[in-house]
C-alpha cells in the first residue's frame, strides 16, 4: 500500500513539476551567500525563495519573521511552499529502504528518515542521491548541491569576501555565518584544505593554506585574525545553529581581522587552490 501510493503520487507530482519548471527555470539557482540577511524575511526556499538552504538562518529561524508564501517556519518545503506547505514531519515512511527526505522520494522534511537516507543501498527515486543530505531542491526541481554517493570528498567552498566589519552578524551565532559547500548541504568528513588571503582592490593577495579536519556530527566555527592565521574549533555559541544532518558536518565563517576585508575558500585536501 506505502509503495502504491508512492508511485501514484510521484506521478502526479512529476506531471505537476514538469509544468512549474517551465515558469521557474530563473529561480533555478538560488543566492548562496545569501544577499538578504537579517532584514525580517526568510528568503530561503520556505519563505521567499531567494536564497539556498542554510543562508538566512537568522530570519528563517525565526518564527515572526516574513515568510510570503512560502511553506513557513519549521517547513523544510523546497520551491517556496509550492508542495502544499510543507513536507511531512514526522515523516510516515521510516525505515521501509527509501529515503523520503528531499533528497530521496522528497515526502518528508529533512532529518526525519535518516536511517534510509544514511544508507547508500536505500531507494532515492529521481532524488540527488546518497551524500549526505547533498541537493535539497529548489525553484521548480532543479537540484542546488549535488548527489552523487560515497567515496571521495565532493563538498567545497569557493572564494567568498568577508569584510572587516566585525557586527555584520551580530545576530547569529557567534557572530558567524554558514559557509554552505557548494557540492551539498553540509560537509562530509575528512581532511580539507582552507585557504585564506587579505582582499585589496578586488584581488586576494598573502594567500596562506591550513590543513583541517572534519569530523562527523560536529559545527565549526573558521575564523580569520588579522595576524594571517586561522582559528577552526567548535564553538559552543555554533550550537543555536540546527545540526547537520547525521554523518555530515557544518562549517561557518568569521573574520576576525578589524583592518582588512578577508576571503576564504574551503577545498577538499589534495584539491589545487584553481578549483576555488
Not at 39 to 65: F, I, K, M, Q, V
Not at 86 to 95: A, I, Q, S, V
Not at 109 to 135: I, K, V
Request: hydrophobic share 30%; glycine share 18%.
Amino acid at each position: 500500500m506505502h509503495q502504491s501510493l508512492k508511485v501514484t503520487t510521484v506521478l502526479f507530482i512529476g506531471a505537476f513539476v514538469g509544468l512549474a519548471s517551465l515558469g521557474t527555470a530563473a529561480n533555478a539557482q538560488l543566492y548562496n551567500p545569501c544577499p538578504y540577511t537579517n532584514d525580517g524575511d526568510c528568503d530561503e526556499p520556505n519563505g521567499l525563495g531567494y536564497c539556498a538552504w542554510g543562508t538566512d538562518t537568522a530570519d528563517c529561524s525565526n518564527p515572526n519573521s516574513n515568510f510570503g508564501s512560502g511553506g513557513g517556519y519549521g517547513s523544510s518545503s523546497a520551491g517556496g511552499g509550492s508542495s502544499g506547505g510543507g513536507l511531512m514531519n514526522p515523516c510516515p515512511y521510516t525505515n521501509d529502504g527509501d529515503c523520503d527526505e528531499p533528497n530521496g522520494l522528497g515526502y518528508c522534511a529533512w532529518g526525519t528518515d535518516t536511517a534510509d537516507c544514511s544508507n547508500p543501498n536505500s531507494n532515492y527515486g529521481s532524488g540527488s542521491g546518497y551524500s549526505g543530505h547533498g541537493g535539497s531542491t529548489a525553484g521548480g526541481g532543479a537540484t542546488t548541491g549535488g548527489g552523487g554517493g560515497g567515496g571521495a570528498i565532493t563538498t567545497y567552498y569557493p572564494w567568498r569576501t568577508f569584510t572587516r566589519q566585525m557586527g555584520q552578524f551580530a545576530a547569529q551565532p557567534a557572530n558567524s555565518t554558514p559557509l554552505s559547500p557548494s557540492g551539498g548541504m553540509y560537509y562530509q568528513p575528512g581532511a580539507y584544505t582552507v585557504f585564506t588571503g587579505i582582499v585589496r582592490n578586488g584581488q586576494i593577495q598573502n594567500i596562506q593554506t591550513f590543513g583541517i579536519s572534519v569530523m562527523p556530527d560536529q559545527r565549526y566555527l573558521a575564523a580569520a585574525s588579522s595576524m594571517g592565521s586561522l582559528s577552526f574549533r567548535t564553538d559552543a555559541s555554533l550550537i543555536m545553529y540546527s545540526p547537520p544532518a547525521p554523518g555530515m558536518a557544518m562549517i561557518y565563517g568569521r573574520n576576525d581581522d578589524i583592518q582588512n576585508d578577508r576571503a576564504i575558500c574551503i577545498l577538499p585536501s589534495g584539491w589545487p587552490m584553481s578549483q576555488c
